[in-house]
């Protein structure tokens, strides 16, 4: 299959009028995008994956692709809104041995990877052993190879793998398997719906060394075959005939991918793609106006946004003053047009182990500079008046200077960044502007940008959404100080012990109680973020697509859909 890059390079549209027009996209001198038919999925990304193999994919992007190929043993299901646990290739949920380190797993027959190569023990055996060897559970990954940026989901707050090292998975008959973990671990279940854990050809797929995205093959039991990528323009997939179950309504799928935002937009508006990601809140009334458009909106998301502060560099009164300094109302209803809702933490009020009398820092001046004027003799009134006399004089202070970093070009964080120059520097915090591009900011904000890493940022905005549902998903990553993306650099022994706690703790109501203590610390103590919002859920698609799964996860399944020409 030829892997190039072409980027995009024309949107013909011609829209008379909202929803008109035939649009043709042409993507590149070899690639032109017509209307779908009645066989033909197009769905508008803005990005391409980062990863194409599961063992290394931690963006929504990546999973979007990985999800229409592979399956897991377990998955959520979609069509619940409680998101419970369903077996997919595996023909049931599996029992636990006295213990809670071995589960056993009965597996769904006649089975084919899309290489005709027959899913059984053999071939799970296969996944977890290439999970184990790119996290290094043996300690002998090659420096050449590098450790999969996903191994701090596999491993207990310790640093020790969550799978046997050495024998993660025990063949007990071509269609009976035992995982077998180290030691207990509440979430696994969960951990294991997410992409890493999805089956892969043992044939087709390489044991010890990572898919090339460019140009590698991803070969899974799911209902599309991948086809290719081509970065920046197209991913394609194919319907698998011999899909274990109903086979897929459309026979090929197309991911277009189409970065800028109005463009992309402008081709939901003109039918040239099926499904929108990224719609934008200024079209929403003439989405909804629209009768050959479905919008759908009301739902709310799991994912979270946050400002993140640099708690080495940043003590805790500074961050509970910043907490209260910010308006967070102008956020919700101005600059994201009231598509998001006030967050108290990380988990969304859906989340498992939601805490409704925990509640984040609320905007109050006079709060905050009362923090203020208790590290600092300013003399200054410590009020809510952002006019007059008084706020002139806490503008003028400058007691610190600390840089705001985000990525150039998301209006959003640049407008953000607006609106923290005004509000911080009402109680004395001098914001200076540090933009720079994606990759810079994200390689930051995960700590691999050398000199400095995360201590390169002060002040920045940034958003984390689930891999499982799980509390602990939400909260290890961003708040454990063994964690990469602890971006804020937060350490309370406290929380660690308890995040400790909690993935050996059987009973439920136990678990909940751990959870709220973290929760109380983090967000009403030690305030190591300024709580955020999480989004409402907005999907746009043309109104003839039906069988849409719309889920909290934010999971996009094409299976499901299909199309009713009739209503079209």
Same mark, same amino acid.
């Given at each position: 299959?030829?892997?190039? %890059?072409?980027?995009?390079?024309?949107?013909?549209?011609?829209?008379? !009028?909202?929803?008109?027009?035939?649009?043709?996209?042409?993507?590149?001198?070899?690639?032109?995008?017509?209307?779908?038919?009645?066989?033909?999925?197009? #769905?508008?990304?803005?990005?391409?994956?980062?990863?194409?193999?599961?063992?290394?994919?931690?963006?929504?992007?990546?999973?979007?692709?990985?999800?229409?190929?592979?399956?897991?043993?377990?998955?959520?299901?979609?069509?619940?809104?409680?998101?419970?646990?369903?077996?997919?290739?595996?023909?049931?949920?599996?029992?636990?041995?006295?213990?809670?380190?071995?589960?056993?797993?009965?597996?769904?027959?006649?089975?084919?990877?899309?290489?005709? *190569?027959?899913? %059984?023990?053999?071939?799970?055996? #296969?996944? #977890?052993?290439?999970?184990?060897?790119?996290?290094?559970?043996?300690?002998?990954?090659?420096?050449?190879?590098?450790?999969?940026?996903?191994?701090?989901?596999?491993?207990?707050?310790?640093?020790?793998?969550?799978?046997?090292?050495?024998?993660?998975?025990?063949?007990?008959?071509?269609?009976?398997?035992?995982?077998?973990?180290?030691?207990?671990?509440?979430?696994?279940?969960?951990?294991?719906?997410?992409?890493?854990?999805?089956?892969?050809?043992?044939?087709?797929?390489?044991?010890?060394?990572?898919?090339? *995205?460019? *140009?590698?093959?991803?070969?899974?039991?799911?209902?599309?075959?991948?086809?290719?990528?081509?970065?920046?323009?197209?991913?394609?997939?194919?319907?698998?005939? &011999?899909?274990?179950? *109903?086979?897929? $309504?459309?026979?090929?799928?197309?991911?277009?991918?189409?970065?800028?935002?109005?463009? &992309?937009?402008?081709?939901?508006?003109?039918?040239?793609?099926?499904?929108?990601?990224?719609?934008?809140?200024?079209?929403?009334?003439?989405?909804?106006?629209?009768?050959?458009?479905?919008?759908?909106?009301?739902?709310?998301?799991?994912?979270?946004?946050?400002?993140?502060?640099? %708690?080495?560099?940043?003590?805790?009164?500074?961050?509970?003053?910043?907490? !209260?300094?910010?308006?967070?109302?102008?956020?919700?209803?101005?600059?994201?047009?009231?598509?998001?809702?006030?967050?108290?933490?990380?988990?969304?009020?859906?989340?498992?182990?939601?805490?409704?009398?925990?509640?984040?820092?609320?905007?109050?001046?006079?709060?905050?500079?009362?923090?203020?004027?208790?590290? #600092?003799?300013?003399?200054?009134?410590?009020?809510?008046?952002?006019?007059?006399?008084?706020?002139?004089?806490? &503008?003028?202070?400058?007691?610190?200077?600390?840089?705001?970093?985000?990525?150039?070009?998301?209006?959003?964080?640049?407008?953000?960044?607006?609106?923290?120059?005004?509000?911080?520097?009402?109680?004395?915090?001098?914001?200076?502007?540090?933009?720079?591009?994606?990759?810079?900011?994200? $390689?930051?904000?995960?700590?691999?940008?050398?000199?400095?890493?995360?201590?390169?940022?002060?002040?920045?905005?940034?958003?984390?959404?689930?891999?499982?549902?799980?509390?602990?998903?939400?909260?290890?990553?961003?708040?454990?100080?063994?964690?990469?993306?602890?971006?804020?650099?937060?350490?309370?022994?406290?929380?660690?012990?308890?995040?400790?706690?909690?993935?050996?703790?059987?009973?439920?109501?136990?678990?909940?109680?751990?959870?709220?203590?973290?929760?109380?610390?983090?967000?009403?103590?030690?305030?190591?973020?300024?709580?955020?919002?999480?989004?409402?859920?907005?999907?746009?698609?043309?109104?003839?697509?039906?069988?849409?799964?719309?889920?909290?996860?934010?999971?996009?399944?094409?299976?499901?859909?299909? &199309?009713?020409?009739?209503?079209?």
């Amino acid at each position: 299959m030829e892997k190039k %890059n072409i980027a995009i390079l024309i949107l013909a549209v011609a829209l008379v !009028a909202s929803g008109v027009g035939n649009i043709f996209l042409a993507i590149g001198p070899d690639i032109t995008i017509a209307p779908p038919d009645n066989i033909t999925f197009v #769905f508008g990304t803005s990005s391409g994956p980062s990863d194409l193999d599961p063992v290394r994919s931690w963006d929504s992007a990546s999973n979007d692709v990985i999800e229409q190929v592979a399956e897991g043993l377990y998955q959520y299901n979609l069509s619940d809104p409680n998101l419970g646990i369903i077996p997919v290739l595996a023909t049931e949920l599996g029992s636990w041995d006295i213990t809670g380190t071995h589960l056993t797993i009965p597996l769904r027959r006649n089975v084919f990877f899309h290489d005709g *190569t027959p899913f %059984n023990a053999d071939a799970v055996k #296969f996944t #977890f052993e290439r999970i184990n060897y790119f996290i290094n559970a043996s300690l002998t990954l090659p420096g050449s190879v590098g450790i999969s940026q996903i191994h701090s989901l596999y491993e207990f707050p310790n640093g020790t793998t969550i799978l046997h090292p050495t024998t993660p998975v025990t063949v007990n008959s071509e269609y009976s398997v035992t995982l077998n973990l180290r030691a207990p671990y509440a979430v696994f279940e969960p951990l294991i719906c997410y992409v890493t854990a999805y089956m892969l050809s043992p044939t087709a797929t390489n044991g010890t060394a990572y898919i090339e *995205t460019a *140009t590698g093959d991803l070969v899974g039991t799911g209902p599309f075959m991948y086809d290719h990528y081509i970065a920046d323009t197209e991913v394609k997939f194919t319907r698998w005939d &011999r899909y274990w179950r *109903t086979g897929a $309504y459309f026979e090929e799928v197309t991911f277009a991918i189409i970065e800028d935002s109005t463009t &992309r937009n402008n081709a939901m508006l003109g039918h040239t793609i099926d499904y929108l990601s990224g719609s934008e809140a200024a079209l929403f009334p003439t989405y909804d106006a629209d009768v050959t458009i479905t919008h759908r909106a009301g739902g709310r998301a799991m994912s979270y946004y946050y400002l993140g502060m640099n %708690n080495k560099r940043i003590n805790v009164t500074w961050r509970r003053a910043i907490s !209260a300094a910010i308006n967070y109302t102008y956020i919700i209803d101005e600059l994201q047009q009231g598509t998001v809702y006030r967050s108290n933490g990380p988990l969304a009020p859906d989340f498992p182990g939601y805490n409704a009398s925990i509640k984040a820092e609320v905007w109050d001046l006079a709060k905050a500079r009362g923090l203020v004027n208790s590290m #600092f003799a300013t003399g200054l009134t410590a009020d809510n008046l952002t006019t007059g006399a008084n706020a002139i004089a806490w &503008r003028a202070l400058d007691l610190v200077q600390w840089n705001y970093s985000y990525n150039i070009g998301n209006a959003f964080r640049e407008d953000l960044g607006v609106l923290l120059d005004d509000n911080l520097d009402l109680i004395g915090i001098d914001v200076v502007d540090q933009g720079m591009s994606w990759a810079d900011f994200i $390689y930051r904000a995960y700590g691999y940008m050398e000199p400095g890493g995360y201590d390169t940022l002060m002040l920045y905005w940034i958003g984390w959404g689930p891999d499982y549902l799980s509390p602990f998903n939400m909260i290890a990553p961003l708040f454990s100080n063994k964690s990469a993306s602890d971006s804020c650099q937060y350490g309370n022994q406290d929380v660690e012990d308890w995040l400790a706690e909690v993935l050996t703790e059987t009973d439920a109501g136990a678990r909940d109680i751990l959870y709220s203590k973290i929760l109380h610390q983090i967000v009403e103590v030690d305030m190591p973020h300024a709580f955020g919002y999480h989004p409402y859920q907005h999907s746009v698609h043309s109104a003839d697509i039906k069988g849409v799964s719309y889920n909290a996860m934010g999971g996009f399944y094409i299976y499901t859909m299909y &199309r009713v020409p009739s209503e079209y």
